[in-house]
C-alpha cells in the first residue's frame, strides 16, 4: 500500500471522527448532573488470617464486623450516608459521608473487604437510578497500649472497581471514587482505637470517548509512525 494512500484513509478518518467526538464533548460538557445518593454494603470478604469472619449489616447503611475483645466492647462499624450533588463533567464533587468506629476486636473475626453499593438517583434530564459497586479494603492492625497510632486500622478505596458505567441518551459515562478529599490525594482514613473517624467521600463524573474517535487517531498514529520510517530510511539512501 502506498504511503499517500495510508495518508488520505488516516487523516479522512481523523477529521472524522475529531468532528464526531468534538460535538460529542460539547454536549457532554454542557450537561450537569444532579441527584440524590444513598448507600448500602455487601457481602463481604474475609482476609488470609480471617479464620471466623463475624459481621452484621449486609443490605443497610451500617455494617459491623468482628467480636469484641471483651464483654463491654465493641465491634468495628462502618456507617454510609447519601447526599444530594449538582456537578458538571470532569468536576470531583461530594458523593456521600463514611463513618468510622474502630473497635477493639479479635484478630481471626476480622475481614479484609465489604462492597460499598453506591445508589445514584439522577434528577432530569438524566432521570435514572443506577447502583455503582465499589470495594473497600479494611487493614486491621494488632494493638499496641505503648504506640496508639501504630494500633490504628484504616480503610481503603480499592482502585479494583467495577460497575461504574452508566448511559444517557447515545453517550457513555463513568462515575469514578476520587478519594476522602476534594484533592483526590487520600484514598485511605484511619481511626484509632475505640475512636471515630468521619469523611466525606468525593466522585467524578467522566465521558467515554466515541470508538470512532479513538479509530482515527489510531490510524493517524500509524500514519505518523509509517511517515518516520519513510524518511529515516530515505534519507540513509542519500
Known sequence: ??????????????????????????????????????????????????????????????????????????????????????????????????????GKIRTDTGIGFVPLNLNVSFSPPVGTSQVFDFNLRLVNTLNDPKDPEKSADLVFLDTDLSNRSFTFGSNKYTLELTGFKLDGRQISIKALEEATTTTAIYAKIKTIPEPAALAGLSLLGIYLISRKNFWKKNTKSL
Open 1 to 102: 500500500m502506498k504511503l499517500s494512500f495510508v495518508l488520505t484513509i488516516a487523516i479522512s478518518s481523523f477529521f472524522v471522527s475529531s468532528t464526531t467526538g468534538f460535538a460529542f464533548s460539547g454536549q457532554a460538557q454542557a450537561l450537569t448532573f444532579s441527584g440524590i445518593s444513598s448507600a448500602t454494603w455487601g457481602n463481604p470478604t474475609p482476609g488470609s488470617t480471617d479464620t471466623n469472619p463475624i459481621y452484621t449489616g449486609v443490605g443497610s447503611n451500617t455494617f459491623t464486623w468482628g467480636q469484641p475483645n471483651s464483654l463491654s466492647g465493641f465491634p468495628n462499624k462502618l456507617t454510609s450516608y447519601g447526599t444530594s450533588f449538582s456537578t458538571d463533567i470532569n468536576s470531583v464533587f461530594k458523593i456521600g459521608d463514611l463513618t468510622y468506629f474502630n
